[in-house]
């Protein structure tokens, strides 16, 4: 069975400095997504950021961008300048490829940004 | 952009009463997923559908049932509520082809 580590529960870190958010996963596909999502205090899912497995070149989003480790299976998330509105939870999560690709979750890393 | 809409926002019921929950997707997308999130946990997957067929199903309990609708729209009933069923209840959406879901703003769910 597939699964999604995140060892991290807690992090803090400066306003406009960077921290970095570990993820490892557990998986025998080879068609997969990798995904990055924010849940701020609205509770709200909001997606950051996504890596397709097939493809080598890590995926970036303004301040936000991966380390993806296939051969490792590790998805780091990196996030450059932080500000204040960047605290939330942050979930990592899998997805098999194809129609029918629930997304599996990690346990999340509460991040507080602190000014 | 249109975004996934979910009612109701609020839902306070008593033990052993049942409640619906309705997911209305994003216009055009045709794959709906329903996910559970307890007290300080990570969303867990209850259930989805494509084209109004039930296309996978994971930790759901007997007593909740789901379907979609042909304007791609879903509900998702919970039957003889126990307190432990408490959570925060997203639904998401994608198109069949796409890799990305989008969620819902959820419905928070509170047994009494």
């Known amino acids: 069975a597939q699964t999604v580590t995140q060892s991290q529960p807690e992090m803090s870190v400066q306003e406009a400095e960077t921290v970095t958010l570990s993820c490892t996963y557990d998986?025998?596909?080879?068609?997969?997504?990798l995904f990055w999502y924010k849940q701020p205090p609205s509770r709200q899912m909001i997606l950051v950021i996504r890596?397709?497995?097939?493809?080598?070149q890590n995926a970036t989003e303004n301040r936000f961008s991966v380390n993806f480790q296939k051969a490792a299976k590790s998805f780091s998330l990196k996030i450059s300048d932080s500000q204040l509105g960047d605290t939330a939870m942050y979930f990592c999560?899998?997805?098999?490829?194809?129609?029918?690709?629930?997304?599996?979750f990690g346990t999340g890393t509460l991040l507080a940004v602190q000014p | 952009a249109a975004g996934v809409i979910q009612s109701p926002r609020h839902l306070i019921k008593e033990k052993r009463e049942t409640a619906t929950l309705k997911c209305y997707p994003i216009?055009?997308?045709?794959?709906v997923y329903w996910y559970q999130q307890g007290p300080g946990q990570d969303p867990q997957f209850l259930i989805s559908?494509?084209?109004?067929?039930?296309?996978d199903k994971g930790s759901i309990p007997d007593r909740f049932s789901a379907q979609q609708f042909s304007d791609y729209h879903s509900e998702l009933n919970m039957s003889s509520l126990e307190l432990g069923d408490s959570a925060l209840y997203f639904c998401?959406?994608?198109?069949?082809?796409?890799?990305?879901?989008?969620f819902g703003p959820g419905t928070r769910l509170t047994v009494l």
């Open positions: 998986t025998s596909e080879n068609n997969y997504y």
């Open positions: 890596q397709e497995a097939y493809k080598q």
């Open positions: 559908f494509y084209e109004k067929m039930q296309s």
């Open positions: 999560a899998w997805s098999r490829g194809g129609a029918t690709n629930k997304l599996i």
């Open positions: 216009p055009r997308h045709d794959t």
């Open positions: 998401a959406s994608k198109l069949r082809g796409a890799d990305t879901q989008y």
